[in-house]
């Protein structure tokens, strides 16, 4: 255990998987309150393009998943702001334009730049290559996401479950809509830049989908969600690191154990939630049967 946490890749592994787990199970909850899954998957996948473009000009990988994040959370508000299927419209438009762009970058970089493993580390992610210049910005993303939401709390909270009733208390849903996918943005930057741009999308929707399922209140179902993600997390990078040694110096990738974790803590979540609501009609029909004279 002191080899794990005394190596410096392992160190930053953690602090950016932390960054990403807070982020995605905070903004998380909200995305699956608003129906919004699709829309999640769409800005990981679409990032993609940003983080292949960051290796073809230079720049700061956080600094490419998050701009094409961006670009793309605005294309997705206001090409379909009416309607639930237009929204879906838009979202299917802007996700097939981006990946459009993504597959160009990709073959730049390998064709004009002497950049190896780049599909790898933008698609699925290399938490253990992450430079430790990357800590500082990982950290201020999870600040203003943090900032931004307790700023907002109650808007996004009444905009996610009842809209109508956010526009006659005088919340605008389009406004709280891009608001929501401009904070959603940044998670997915964080977490494209920890475990890829493809699977970023199970660290937004599976610790927050497992938790809506534990609790139905927004706090605790953060609460639940933070606690799930940083769990995967961690675990993922710790059984990545060990597995070197259980495969003879094969060491799997730390994106693929997060995943896995994260699908059995789902299935746990929704096997409990199963036996919970089954108990809680055994003992209402039980309650029914004393009261009957």
Same mark, same amino acid.
Not at 61 to 90: Q, T, Y
Not at 184 to 197: E, P
């Given at each position: 255990?002191?080899?794990?946490?005394?190596?410096?890749?392992?160190?930053?592994?953690? $602090?950016?998987?932390?960054?990403?787990? &807070?982020?995605?199970?905070?903004? =998380?909850?909200?995305?699956?309150?608003? =129906?919004?899954?699709?829309?999640? @998957?769409?800005?990981?996948?679409?990032?993609?393009?940003?983080?292949?473009?960051?290796? /073809?000009?230079?720049?700061?990988?956080?600094?490419?998943?998050?701009?094409?994040?961006?670009?793309?959370?605005?294309?997705?508000?206001?090409?379909?702001?009416?309607?639930?299927?237009?929204?879906?419209?838009?979202? =299917?438009?802007?996700?097939?334009?981006?990946?459009?762009?993504?597959?160009?970058?990709?073959?730049?970089?390998?064709?004009?730049?002497?950049?190896?493993?780049?599909?790898?580390?933008?698609?699925?992610?290399? /938490?253990?290559?992450?430079?430790?210049? &990357?800590? !500082?910005?990982?950290?201020?993303?999870? &600040?203003?996401?943090?900032?931004?939401?307790?700023?907002?709390?109650?808007?996004? $909270?009444?905009?996610?479950?009842?809209?109508?009733?956010? #526009?006659?208390?005088?919340?605008? *849903?389009? !406004?709280?809509? /891009?608001?929501?996918?401009?904070?959603?943005?940044?998670?997915?930057?964080?977490?494209?830049?920890?475990?890829?741009?493809?699977?970023? #999308?199970?660290?937004? $929707?599976?610790?927050?989908?497992?938790? $809506?399922? /534990?609790?139905?209140? *927004?706090?605790?179902?953060?609460?639940?969600?933070?606690?799930?993600?940083?769990?995967?997390?961690? %675990?993922?990078?710790?059984?990545?690191?060990?597995?070197?040694?259980?495969?003879?110096?094969?060491? !799997?990738?730390?994106?693929?154990?997060?995943?896995? %974790?994260?699908?059995?803590?789902?299935?746990?979540?929704?096997?409990?939630?199963? !036996?919970? @609501?089954?108990?809680?009609?055994?003992?209402?029909?039980?309650?029914?049967?004393?009261?009957?004279?």
């Amino acid at each position: 255990m002191f080899a794990f946490l005394s190596s410096q890749p392992v160190q930053t592994a953690l $602090i950016v998987g932390s960054c990403a787990a &807070l982020v995605s199970a905070l903004i =998380g909850v909200f995305t699956v309150l608003r =129906g919004n899954a699709f829309a999640g @998957h769409a800005l990981a996948d679409v990032s993609s393009a940003g983080g292949a473009a960051s290796f /073809l000009w230079g720049i700061s990988p956080l600094l490419g998943f998050l701009g094409m994040a961006w670009i793309a959370a605005f294309g997705m508000e206001f090409l379909g702001v009416r309607k639930a299927r237009e929204r879906d419209l838009a979202t =299917g438009i802007v996700l097939g334009a981006g990946l459009g762009f993504s597959a160009l970058f990709l073959y730049l970089d390998v064709t004009t730049t002497s950049t190896t493993g780049a599909a790898v580390s933008v698609m699925f992610g290399s /938490l253990f290559a992450i430079s430790r210049g &990357l800590i !500082w910005p990982a950290i201020l993303a999870v &600040l203003a996401v943090f900032l931004l939401v307790g700023l907002f709390y109650r808007p996004l $909270i009444l905009t996610a479950v009842d809209p109508d009733l956010a #526009t006659l208390r005088g919340v605008s *849903p389009r !406004w709280m809509g /891009l608001l929501q996918l401009l904070v959603l943005g940044l998670a997915v930057a964080v977490c494209a830049l920890a475990i890829g741009a493809v699977l970023a #999308t199970a660290l937004l $929707i599976g610790p927050a989908g497992a938790a $809506i399922r /534990l609790s139905r209140r *927004p706090a605790q179902a953060i609460f639940w969600a933070m606690i799930i993600a940083l769990t995967a997390v961690w %675990l993922g990078i710790w059984m990545a690191y060990e597995s070197y040694y259980w495969f003879s110096g094969n060491a !799997w990738p730390v994106s693929f154990f997060v995943v896995v %974790l994260i699908f059995l803590f789902y299935l746990l979540a929704m096997l409990g939630s199963s !036996w919970q @609501h089954k108990y809680q009609r055994r003992g209402i029909t039980s309650l029914r049967r004393l009261q009957e004279p």
